[in-house]
């Protein structure tokens, strides 16, 4: 669960960070 948890929290800032370049600079 700890695991499933963890590549959650790790992939929503992946993507937040994409989300955010591809914002900035698109």
């Not at 669960?1 to 900035?24: E, F, H, Q, R």
Request: avoid cysteine.
């Amino acid at each position: 669960m700890k695991s499933n948890n963890a590549l959650i929290v790790i992939l929503g800032s992946v993507t937040l960070d994409a989300l955010g370049i591809g914002l900035v600079l698109p």
